[in-house]
Structures are given as structure tokens and as C-alpha cells.
């Protein structure tokens, strides 16, 4: 029986357009974003930034550096944000009724503090709740320091949470995430990136 649900952000709570994300960085001046940036795991200064290597600021300095002007934070945290394409009330409410019907719920997130100061703040859902209203437990790459698709990022998390694998399902839109999760005896549902899984779901829960 399934008591936990492990759920990714960008892909599954949030739909993500990782051409708007492209095409900002690029804005800024950013000449290889192509190259830096992935639809699921960052690379060179970004993949430092998610894995807490560097901090935000020292992410706007070297992206400073970079581009050939000083950078604001702003500019930094709106560049990230164009991976925020639609947040859908659907699945908003399907997590508040999957809450209710006493599932524990655990966030697991390849991000970083550009994104997160927008989702753990009041305006995430536009009603004045922020993510945690609707999670038990938040597990964030740049704080844990690891990533998917790492076992160690996984490792941690049903360490810390008491879980059984058999017991959890991980809901992921990234393939490679979903395959090392399964390793561990975990369930996996890996809709698409904006994908409508708000009734699938229940065939997982079964």
C-alpha cells in the first residue's frame, strides 16, 4: 500500500518552458545557454548553483563575469523564472486532496534560491500560501547537496523521513530520475512535463 508520494517540482506541480529559460539567459547576454542549461539537470555554474556548491550571489557574480556587465539579483531570479510557465490549479487541488486522504507528501526538487524565494513566499499559489502549505516535508537540492539523478539525493531522503520504498511513489517527468528511483524499490509514475496526471495518479495508488 502506498502512503507516501515523493512528487518533482518543475515538470509535475509547475509546467516548465525551458525555451523561456533559453531565451532569457540569452537576453542577459549569455552566449552558450544552450550548452549550460538542461531540461533536467543544470551544468557548470547552474548544476553548482542547484547542488549548493556556490551561493546565489556567487552565481551572480561569476554570471556577471560571464556576460561582461554586473548583474542583479533580479535579473538573475527573472532569467530563472522563465522555466515558470504555468503553476495549473488542478494540480493544486488534487495535492490538497491527496493530503486529506492522509498520503504524506514530499517534495523532491532539482532547483535552487532564485526559484525557491518565489515558491516558499505568499505568492506561490496566488492566494497567499506558500509550497509548504501543501507539503509535509521539502527536500531541495541546494540544501541537501545533491542531485537528481543521484542515489544519494534519494538515499537521503528515505533516511530522513523513516520511509519504506515499497510504500512511496515518486512522481517524475524526468526519465533518467525515475530509473534510479525504481532501483531502490521505489514506485514511479513519469508523466510529461505539463502532462494532466491529477486522475492517473490513482492508478499508482491502487
Not at 534519494?154 to 520504498?165: G, L, S, Y
Request: with cysteine; net charge negative.
Amino acid at each position: 500500500m502506498i502512503k507516501n508520494i515523493i512528487f518533482d517540482l518543475g515538470g509535475v506541480i509547475i509546467t516548465i518552458s525551458h525555451q523561456e529559460a533559453l531565451r532569457r539567459f540569452q537576453r542577459l547576454g549569455l552566449k552558450d545557454a544552450e550548452r549550460q542549461l538542461d531540461p533536467y539537470t543544470q551544468n557548470g555554474i547552474f548544476g553548482d548553483l542547484e547542488e549548493g556548491k556556490i551561493t546565489a550571489e556567487d552565481f551572480r557574480r561569476e554570471l556577471s563575469r560571464m556576460v561582461g556587465r554586473e548583474l542583479t539579483y533580479g535579473e538573475c531570479q527573472h532569467a530563472w523564472h522563465g522555466y515558470r510557465a504555468d503553476l495549473p490549479q488542478r494540480n493544486l487541488d488534487a495535492l490538497k486532496k491527496l493530503k486529506q486522504q492522509h498520503y504524506r507528501l514530499i517534495l523532491l526538487s532539482n532547483t535552487n534560491p532564485f526559484m525557491m524565494d518565489w515558491a516558499e513566499s505568499e505568492e506561490f499559489d496566488g492566494k497567499g500560501n506558500p509550497i509548504q502549505h501543501y507539503f509535509d516535508a521539502l527536500y531541495m537540492s541546494y540544501r541537501v547537496k545533491a542531485m537528481k539523478p543521484s542515489e544519494q539525493f534519494f538515499r537521503h531522503v528515505i533516511d530522513q523521513e523513516q520511509i519504506n520504498p515499497e510504500e512511496t511513489l515518486f512522481v517524475d517527468d524526468g526519465p533518467r530520475n525515475v530509473a534510479v528511483a525504481e532501483s531502490l524499490g521505489i514506485h514511479t509514475f513519469c508523466p510529461k512535463n505539463g502532462e494532466d496526471w491529477t486522475d492517473e495518479i490513482y492508478d499508482y495508488l491502487k
